[in-house]
């Protein structure tokens, strides 16, 4: 018997009416939506921490005894984005302003971050399956680079673990959208023209989320949203003036500013993928505002194009996504 691999496994992701309360992802005979999957999948991991810790006494160097703490289960799952599904688990929020597909999703930022539930099944000589419940997002991200797709990875945390039990759907329809290609991205600066110039691009939208331990019980009852944190960075890569000085007065403060200014004015930034308008499909845009630049740094190589690398941290975040289904399930 060999060891299972990623061609015999799928992973899937359905919201949770009651957090903990485990969701299987579809019925049997069902095909399993574009939004049963995090994105075109990569690589999933999870471990299971029973917190334990041992108990010494006073004559001995050995362990006297083992006291076994709550149990909780983390993990990752990498992906490439084909939509903006992901965005709505590490926000919280989603409107549906369209009856028709593609189906308008704008997503924001909530007060509660929604709980659901992550199964694997792996389809081998002896098939194998789990469930992780109570799960909620700790985090996404987006990667960006001059060529190839658009990757990401979301973290969530859980308080329910299950082997067995869970309904194998028959089929994954992912839509017929590819792989978001970062040529097909702009990414917008108001005022400067040096974002024409990006060679790298990152976000992260990092949520403190964490599950509530109580007295008397392994599994916890409740989680915390936590806070919200924006961050991410870009490099440029400078031709002239416009790529490289205005892009540092932005850092220094004031747009004009040759020194370190006594303010650093804050901007917007956009993500712009296939040039999005509403009705089309497959299109979105990611509007970050209240952006301020925080770092800056320049190098000028012996070998290779002189660069900025920027990063930055943002108050908040919006994202429109014209998707192939409508999220009746997922409404704010």
């Known amino acids: 018997m060999t060891a299972y691999s990623g061609g015999q496994g799928n992973v899937y ?9 485990m969701v299987n992802p579809v019925a049997a005979t069902a095909t ?19 917190s334990a810790t041992t108990v010494r006494r006073i004559g001995s160097r050995a362990p006297a005894d083992v006291i076994v703490g709550p149990g909780m289960v983390t993990g990752s799952v990498d992906f490439n984005y084909y939509g903006l599904y992901p965005l709505y688990w590490a926000l919280g929020a989603v409107a549906d302003t369209d009856a028709t597909a ?23 000589t002896i098939d194998l399956d789990f469930q992780v419940g ?5 985090g996404v991200s987006m990667a960006v680079g001059t ?20 309904t ?9 959208a590819p792989a978001n290609d970062a040529a097909q991205l702009s990414i917008e600066l108001p005022d400067s023209t040096a974002l024409t110039n990006v060679t790298n691009f990152s976000l992260d939208i990092a949520n403190s989320a964490a599950v509530i331990n109580r007295i008397g019980a392994r599994k916890a009852p409740a989680y915390t949203t936590g806070g919200l944190d924006i961050t991410g ?13 205005d892009l540092l007065q932005r850092i220094l403060g004031a747009d004009a500013a040759t020194t370190i200014a006594n303010t650093v004015a804050e901007t917007t930034l956009t993500l712009d993928y296939q040039t999005y308008a509403d009705d089309d499909d497959d299109s979105w845009e990611i509007s970050l505002s209240s952006v301020t630049l925080n770092t800056g740094a320049f190098a000028l190589p012996l070998d290779g194009p002189s660069t900025i690398s920027v990063g930055f941290i943002a108050e908040d975040i919006s ?10 399930s997922y409404d704010a």
């Open 13 to 21: 992701i359905q919201p949770e009416a009651t957090y903990g309360t």
């Open 168 to 176: 194998t759907p028959q089929a994954v329809s992912i839509d017929d």
């Open 32 to 50: 399993a939506s574009t939004t049963t999957v995090l994105g075109i999948q990569s690589n999933v991991n999870f471990s299971i921490d029973n």
């Open 319 to 328: 994202a429109t996504w014209e998707a192939p289904i409508d999220n009746s």
């Open 233 to 245: 960075s870009f490099d440029v890569f400078v031709q002239d003036t416009a790529d490289g000085q």
């Open 147 to 166: 060529d190839g797709p658009i990757t990401g990875t979301m973290g969530f945390i859980g308080n329910e673990y299950r082997l067995a039990g869970a």
């Open 134 to 138: 109570g799960c909620i997002c700790t």
């Open 102 to 124: 593609p189906w308008t999703w704008t997503i924001t930022d909530s007060s509660t971050l929604p709980p659901f539930t992550l199964t694997a099944i792996l389809d081998g």
